[in-house]
């Protein structure tokens, strides 16, 4: 009997041999993009700085890459500093149901394979839509229906950095030759990701996405000196979903219209640089500005969410509307509905609109300590297929006002065009990459499938950013 894994390497291997469709290839490219604005954007954090460190202590031979740094790096270190820095801002793209950032752990994957082994654009794109259909299979195998959620995040596991780690690993493995099955079979072994920083803090969850990527990469060339992987690792006895799903996992979700059905093109874009489940609340606040509310014109705000995001986004409630760091106000539903009524930059709210200081203004800590984050039983039944938010605002003169937003501004319902990711990217570039170098980034991203290798691509991006 074909094991799951096995099915999941055919398909890698005829999807890399006979290519994609060409909406999927389109989606990847605008995924690259995303991820490579993102990597130049995160040298604001003090976090990256530590993280590139790290990368240059290490030494070792110049194989790829790492954003921001003039030298190559090996290939496994440029995944693991890529994979950090597209994810530490929050500002990467997320598929729902499972509640995965896909892109941030596979594109540094690929990528860094891709230029270590000579591989060609087309092949970038191919590589990276496989690893994002098994990053999110993976992901669907441990959503239950009648849950309404994800059994990873349930656990209190990260399953970004889990399922992404795997689908890093097919990516890496189809651009080095190397055989998926076995990949996938080593990459269990290094899988891992806990969630609880989401709660109370730490910047722990910044890595994730690089030893993801990391591991991928590394699993890859391993399995190319011989390594082997058991080919039921992931429903076997003690394989990958008995480890971290303790059994209770779901194998259509990873086999069904594989090959003819692609989740790619709908991984939900993110038009804010924080945690998902903040966004309809950012819309919200965004909306009564419109209307004319001013901060001081509020009385009290209650957002209603599905219950499952309250643990994120709403408690502790005490530290929720006092974040201390702009880290902690993107995880922050009080700051997030706060910052959507005094407005920002970027497509609504862009990156300067989470920092330290913001965080802790007064004139915000003011409203934020007016805000409530409670269940909401319409919001309940929609997620985890968007993030909702039902806000309502009551005036000091006693108006109620009222905001649902039910569905996510970046995935299919209302996606973003082009033009506002070209604006994301010139948002997240500014000041560190002058116009010129953007603009060869975006056209080696527009003309990658016909590229002999990601050289032109890369290249631009070889400078130290501040």
């Known amino acids: 009997m074909t094991t799951l894994a096995q099915q999941l390497g055919a398909f890698a291997e005829q999807s890399y041999a006979g290519g994609v469709p060409d909406d999927v290839a389109a989606s990847v490219q605008q995924r690259v993009l995303d991820v490579l604005g993102l990597c130049v954007a995160a040298h604001r954090l003090p976090t990256s700085a530590a993280a590139i460190g790290h990368v240059l202590d290490q030494g070792g031979h110049p194989q790829a890459t790492a954003v921001g740094v003039p030298t190559r790096v090996t290939a496994a270190q440029a995944a693991f500093a890529n994979g950090i820095l597209a994810h530490s801002l929050d500002y990467d793209d997320t598929h729902l149901p499972s509640v995965l950032h896909p892109s941030a752990s596979v594109v540094p994957a690929a990528l860094a394979a ?3 082994a ?28 009648q849950l309404g959620n994800s059994v990873f995040f349930e656990h209190g596991q990260h399953a970004t950095s889990i399922t992404g780690a ?51 990469v590394t699993a890859a060339q391993l399995v190319r000196r011989g390594f082997t992987g058991p080919p039921t690792v992931l429903e076997g006895r003690f394989g990958f979903f008995e480890a971290w799903l303790h059994g209770q996992f779901f194998p259509d979700a990873v086999t069904d219209a594989l090959g003819s059905h692609w989740s790619v093109p709908g991984i939900f874009f993110k038009p804010y640089p924080a945690n998902h489940f903040t ?20 009385g009290s705000i209650v957002i209603g969410a599905p219950a499952s ?13 006092a974040p201390e760091t702009g880290y902690q106000a993107q995880f922050s539903g009080p700051y997030a509905v706060t910052a959507g009524l005094f407005g920002g930059g970027g497509l609504g709210l862009g990156l300067d609109d989470f920092t330290d200081e913001l965080a802790q203004d007064p004139a915000r800590r003011a409203v934020m300590a007016l805000v409530d984050v409670v269940p909401d039983p319409r919001c309940d039944a929609i997620y985890p297929f968007q993030f909702p938010a039902v806000v309502t605002l009551t005036t000091t003169s006693g108006e109620v006002l009222v905001e649902e937003v039910l569905t996510n501004r970046g995935g299919p319902a209302r996606p973003l065009s082009d033009d506002e990711l070209a604006t994301k990217f010139a948002d997240n570039v500014a000041g560190r990459l002058d116009a010129d170098a953007a603009s060869v980034v975006r056209r080696a991203v527009a003309g990658l499938r016909t590229a002999t290798d990601v050289t032109d691509l890369l290249s631009p991006l070889k400078k130290e950013f501040r």
């Not at 966004?279 to 509020?298: K, N, Q, Y």
């Not at 995001?309 to 509307?321: A, D, F, Y």
Request: hydrophobic share 45%; net charge negative.
């Open 114 to 116: 891709a230029e270590h």
């Open 118 to 145: 000579g591989a060609s654009g087309e092949q970038v794109v191919r590589a990276v839509a496989v690893g994002l259909e098994v990053a999110v299979r993976l992901g669907m195998a441990g959503y239950d229906e």
């Open 166 to 216: 795997m689908g890093s690993a097919v990516a890496a493995s189809l651009l080095y030759g190397a055989d998926p099955v076995d990949a996938l079979g080593l990459t269990a072994s290094m899988a891992a990701g806990v969630i609880e920083a989401n709660r109370t803090g730490g910047t722990v969850k910044r890595l994730h996405c690089g030893l993801a990527a990391q591991a991928g």
């Open 279 to 298: 966004h309809t609340s950012i819309d919200a606040g965004c909306a009564f500005r419109e209307r004319g509310i001013l901060p001081e014109d509020v």
């Open 309 to 321: 995001v309250i643990r994120t986004i709403g408690q502790p409630i005490e530290v929720k509307r």
